[in-house]
């Protein structure tokens, strides 16, 4: 006789992602509701400032009644993207806010301007995330639209598959 197989623990994905993702939608929001979450969440998890996403998911979500752990989850699974997208931005809003004047935003430049002149080196740090977040709010304006009409005939479709399921 052999010995009984002990249940397998299911993978990062599904304990990480997919599970959340179920049960969020197992309490009762409607598709509207879901679709503005994730067209919310989206382009919040890809500010392009540090340590500023959990206040933004936490307050548009308490402000709107949306679900806050869903959003802050949502946001967070945006940070490797967030990461990716930093520095061009960084340097995309140097250039957008300084008129092709001063110095070019480089890792060599700002070692140089901080060595150098201190004031030089913040202005540029300055202008640089002013631009960048200038970007981010132009750029997140039509993803989140797109977002939003996008994904609530999906979530209206899983939610009538799922109450199907339970029926």
């Given at each position: 006789m052999l010995p009984p197989v002990p249940p397998q623990r299911p993978g990062w994905w599904r304990r990480r992602i997919v599970e959340p993702v179920r049960n969020i939608l197992r309490q009762g929001l409607t598709p509207p509701q879901l679709a503005l979450t994730v067209a919310l969440s989206v382009p919040m998890g890809l500010v392009p400032v540090l340590g500023i996403t959990t206040?933004?998911?936490?307050?548009?979500?308490?402000?709107?009644?949306?679900?806050?752990?869903?959003?802050?989850?949502?946001?967070?699974?945006?940070?490797?993207?967030?990461?990716?997208?930093?520095?061009?931005?960084?340097?995309?809003?140097?250039?957008?806010?300084?008129?092709?004047?001063?110095?070019?935003?480089?890792?060599?430049?700002?070692?140089y301007l901080f060595a150098s002149d201190w004031g030089s080196a913040l202005a540029l740090l300055w202008r640089a995330g002013a631009g960048a977040v200038l970007l981010w709010a132009a750029f997140s304006v039509p993803v989140g639209l797109a977002l939003y009409f996008g994904l609530r005939p999906v979530f209206r479709r899983l939610l009538r598959r799922q109450a199907a399921a339970l029926q």
């Open positions: 206040l933004l998911a936490t307050f548009a979500a308490v402000r709107l009644r949306l679900n806050v752990v869903a959003m802050l989850l949502i946001s967070h699974l945006m940070s490797p993207l967030q990461l990716l997208l930093i520095i061009p931005l960084l340097r995309l809003g140097a250039r957008l806010l300084g008129n092709g004047q001063g110095p070019e935003l480089t890792l060599d430049q700002l070692q």
